[in-house]
Every structure is written in C-alpha cells, then in structure tokens.
C-alpha cells in the first residue's frame, strides 16, 4: 500500500495535474494506494510525495520517526531542489525495483522555549 500525500497548489497548481496523471498510473497498474491529506500514515509506510521542497518539509515536521518511512518523491513544485538531488526520473515505476535511496535528516534544536 502506498499512501498519497499530493500538494494540489504546488507549483501554482501544476501539483493538481501531476497527481492526476500518477492515479492513472496507479489505477492502470493495480497498485493499491490511499491519499492521506492531513492524516499521517502507519509507521512503516511508503509515502508517496506529490509537491515540492515545502511539501516534503511541512509532512516530515510532523512525524515523530521520519526515519521509519519510505518516500517517493514526485516533483510537482516550484524549484524541486529535494527531487534534483534525492528524486527518480521514474518515481512510480522505481515502486517495482525498489529502487531507494538513503537520505539522512537533520534536527535542529535551540534553547529558546
């Protein structure tokens, strides 16, 4: 199961067009998914990413184990920095190869409450 997170503004709403064009690619090819909007997923899961950097930020931000997901990054935003560096041309189809790559994640903390 993939969960959906799919940023319809992203990109002055290219994000819209984008995630309609992965369902159809999920749809034809049987692979079960479920958009999530603002519920998080199970721990564990493959969530796929449709947006941009601040779509990326914002669903982290509000994990308490980032490291215990898998993601699927579909650019579908303004500059893509995160996809350039992190993203596969074939997002959807590396679902098939598991075709991952490791990523680290930072945390930041202050002193300030």
């Known amino acids: 199961m993939i969960y959906i997170v799919a940023n ?3 990109g002055s709403g290219r994000g819209a ?5 992965v369902e159809q690619y999920l749809l034809q090819s049987g692979i079960a998914y479920t958009p999530v909007g603002e519920t998080l997923p199970p721990s564990g899961s493959t969530v796929m990413l449709i947006g941009g950097d601040g779509t990326y930020c914002q669903f982290v931000n509000r994990l308490t184990h980032p ?7 579909v650019k579908a935003g303004s500059s893509n920095s995160l996809w350039s560096t992190y993203g596969n041309a074939h997002a959807v ?3 098939m190869d598991s075709d991952f790559t490791q990523m680290d994640l930072g945390e930041v903390t202050t002193d300030k409450e």
């Open 8 to 10: 319809s503004n992203a």
């Open 17 to 21: 067009q984008v995630w309609q064009q």
């Open 67 to 73: 490291e215990d997901y898998r993601y699927i990054l």
């Open 93 to 95: 189809n590396s679902l």
